[in-house]
């Protein structure tokens, strides 16, 4: 990652932790910290049931089978909306042999997402949640932050900040898991 990604990450993660602090209309009384994320390695990923922008129900079990890139972002994060392209380049080149992306969105309104995604032609999955339940689930203490989950369920890898996704070596990882 760039410094200026880095930067940007470290923005875009204090903004969140700001508007998710306690006494915030979606905060709750427990901020996440890195420790707390670490905890998921190797681990079965927590399962949960957003809409998505369509408003049909979504529940993460349900890709049981497939390998999932599972990625927490939202419209006013500068390197969320920096890697979505690279996202969608990586979905189009794989998602025919069992790869599936799964966008969650932290937006305050839905709207901004449905605007993005059809503004952007993107092409997987983007859920969006409201209550921040699935961010806290996954102890998300900075944006965009994305986990790489294996056909069994079980998160493989996390990846914070930014990425080139569709980058010969990220392709390489993933092939590895289809």
């Not at 875009?12 to 979606?26: C, D, H, I, N, V």
């Not at 670490?38 to 809409?51: H, M, R």
């Not at 392209?85 to 790869?99: D, F, H, Q, V």
């Not at 709207?111 to 699935?134: C, G, Q, R, W």
Request: proline letters at 6%.
């Amino acid at each position: 990652m760039t410094k200026i990604g880095i930067a940007l990450t470290l923005a875009a993660a204090f903004f969140w932790l700001t508007a998710m602090a306690p006494g915030s209309p979606s905060g709750s009384d427990k901020r996440p910290s890195p420790g707390e994320i670490e905890k998921l390695d190797k681990q079965k990923a927590p399962d949960f049931t957003l809409k998505d922008l369509r408003g049909n129900h979504v529940t993460l079990s349900s890709l049981k089978g497939k390998v999932v890139l599972l990625n927490f972002w939202a419209t006013w994060c500068p390197p969320c909306v920096a890697e979505m392209p690279e996202l969608n380049k990586l979905y189009r080149k794989m998602a025919s042999r069992g790869l599936e992306i799964v966008a969650v969105s932290t937006d305050s309104s839905v709207e901004s997402p449905m605007e993005f995604v059809k503004k952007n032609n993107i092409a997987f999955t983007v859920l969006y949640d409201e209550t921040h339940a699935a961010t806290r689930l996954y102890k998300v203490f900075s944006m965009p932050t994305t986990f790489l989950i294996d056909k069994h369920g079980v998160v493989v890898e996390k990846f914070f900040g930014d990425y080139e996704w569709a980058d010969a070596d990220m392709v390489k990882k993933i092939e590895k898991l289809l």
